[in-house]
T-cell receptor
Framework: GNSVTQMEGPVTLSEEAFLTINCTYT??????LFWYVQYPGEGLQLLLKATKADDKGSNKGFEATYRKETTSFHLEKGSVQVSDSAVYFC?????????????FGDGTTLTVKP | DTAVSQTPKYLVTQMGNDKSIKCEQNLGHDTMYWYKQDSKKFLKIMFS???????INETVPNRFSPKSPDKAHLNLHINSLELGDSAVYFC?????????????FGSGTRLTVV
């Protein structure tokens, strides 16, 4: 079955530091890959996505590239801010399988200190 | 506003009570989900409905019963509440035939059983 493995947290960084959160996946076929962000007290929000190999998703300064050869979708940001403190979830969705059910990683908590 | 809305946002109740959580989406999506998030932020899928038809029913106690009166609504009824049911419950929706679009989540219902 499908699975997603994320870097364990928590991750604590100083403002303006470089961020990488690792995500690898196991899936059959060609899944779509996602990063969601959950700010304290809120629901998950779609941050970025990529639907095929070598696609790069980007949003709000965050980027992730769909690497089929390494089955990875690592999240990066060049300079984090205190407002980026949140829980980040990597996820995948197989096209039209099981009615679009997504598989989520366990989440990585990021804290950015001023 | 187009969104997934859940009510109530907070629910505090005693053990043994029965409670319901409601969810509505106005995005025109054909699939809706219930997820449970525990204190460690792990997300676990509970149920999924596609056009009012139950398609995913994970290993969940039968005290939990979903109901979908139409494709825009998915409610969750919980009987005989237990302390272990305390968690945040998220509703989400997606267009299943477009697995690459990702999910839209509600803001969550924090259930506390005392």
């Amino acid at each position: 079955g499908n699975s997603v493995t994320q870097m364990e947290g928590p991750v604590t960084l100083s403002e303006e530091a470089f961020l990488t959160i690792n995500c690898t996946y196991t899936a059959t076929g060609y899944p779509s890959l996602f990063w969601y962000v959950q700010y304290p007290g809120e629901g998950l929000q779609l941050l970025l996505k990529a639907t095929k190999a070598d696609d790069k998703g980007s949003n709000k300064g965050f980027e992730a590239t769909y690497r089929k050869e390494t089955t990875s979708f690592h999240l990066e940001k060049g300079s984090v801010q205190v407002s980026d403190s949140a829980v980040y979830f990597c996820a995948l969705s197989g096209y039209n399988t099981n009615a679009g059910k997504s598989t989520f990683g366990d989440g990585t908590t990021l804290t950015v200190k001023p | 506003d187009t969104a997934v809305s859940q009510t109530p946002k907070y629910l505090v109740t005693q053990m043994g009570n029965d409670k319901s959580i409601k969810c509505e989406q106005n995005l025109g999506h054909d699939t809706m989900y219930w997820y449970k998030q525990d204190s460690k932020k792990f997300l676990k899928i509970m149920f999924s409905y596609n056009n009012k038809e139950l398609i995913i029913n994970e290993t969940v106690p039968n005290r939990f019963s979903p109901k979908s009166p139409d494709k825009a609504h998915l409610n969750l009824h919980i009987n005989s509440l237990e302390l272990g049911d305390s968690a945040v419950y998220f509703c989400a929706s997606s267009q299943a035939s477009q697995g690459s679009y990702g999910y839209t989540f509600g803001s969550g219902t924090r259930l506390t059983v005392v």
